[in-house]
């Protein structure tokens, strides 16, 4: 039996304008993810398992164009053994462009912290985003340590996938999380600290910390492999905020949801997410 295309990724320099072609000449359906520069194309609608509903379609992604592999469109075909189709594409007159790299574990993961236990949870998601039966639990090791009151908070990845960042909300630490094996790294922040971090939101090598009971966001830049960082002197405000917890983006703004904490909750209290300039 034949190896068949499993999936296809098209490079692109604007986003804006790569999404658009595609959705006006094909009709497909895009859902970007500005934090890690990637945008899922779904070409064809999927079942229950996330897999293609069409016999012989294929979905994708759209990639930032930044290296010579990632310069023109490419396609992944899935194969029983790695090193035996290497051989015969080497038999046909082929060549690899690189040594061969783990990509995960082939899709898409959710985290999640414990603020009272020195642990991560892993939610593997399957294509279409479909759960699996249970979580997996992580311990964590290395500098993390487990100290009284609120803990570990926010969390997010990298744009690669391969290292987390969170904060410790009581202590104000950033760290980083190896997600195979749980392993912690302190994020060498100068001294600084971000008290109450919640909520956190990676675009680049910028990263915004929210502030639950300061009202705020800060900004930190942090190193290319994420080691160290600064504490940048700019803090996002609110009239509008009533301790927010957590933020997401959307082109050139951020968006905060409101927890109200102080605010004693009735069936009718509402509750308000706040726009302001990323």
């Known amino acids: 039996m034949s190896n068949s295309v499993v999936h296809f990724e098209i490079p692109a320099d604007d986003f804006d304008r790569a999404q658009k072609f ?49 310069e023109h469109p490419t396609v992944t075909i899935g194969v029983d053994d790695i090193d035996k189709a290497v051989e015969a594409i080497g038999a046909a007159g082929g060549s690899a462009l690189g040594e061969k790299m783990a990509v995960g574990e082939m899709g898409w993961a959710a985290y999640f912290t414990d603020s009272q236990k020195a642990v991560i949870f892993k939610l593997p998601l399957g294509n279409g985003g479909t759960l699996p039966a249970a979580a997996q639990t992580l311990a964590l090791t290395g500098d993390f340590q487990l100290v009284a009151g609120f803990n570990l908070n926010g969390i997010v990845a990298s744009p690669d996938g391969k290292t987390l960042i969170a904060v410790q909300s009581n202590t104000g630490k950033l760290f980083t999380i190896n997600p195979n094996t749980g392993a912690t790294h302190l994020i060498d922040l100068g001294g600084a600290t971000l008290v109450n971090g919640d909520g956190l939101l990676l675009h680049g090598k910028t990263l915004y910390v929210v502030q639950n009971q300061n009202n705020r966001i800060a900004v930190a830049r942090l190193a290319p492999a994420f080691d160290s960082g600064t504490v940048t002197n700019r803090v996002i405000t609110s009239p509008s905020f009533d301790i927010p917890t957590t933020v997401a983006s959307f ?4 968006y905060a949801v409101n927890a109200r904490f102080t605010t004693p909750p009735t069936p009718t209290t509402t509750y308000s997410v706040v726009q302001v300039k990323r």
């Open 22 to 70: 595609y959705t006006d000449a094909f009709g497909w359906n895009l859902q970007h993810m500005p934090e890690m520069q990637y945008t899922m194309v779904m070409t064809t609608e999927s079942n229950e398992q996330g897999m293609p509903a069409n016999p012989g379609a294929i979905n994708g992604g759209m990639g930032k164009r930044q290296s010579p592999h990632s």
């Open 251 to 254: 082109g050139s703004r951020l």
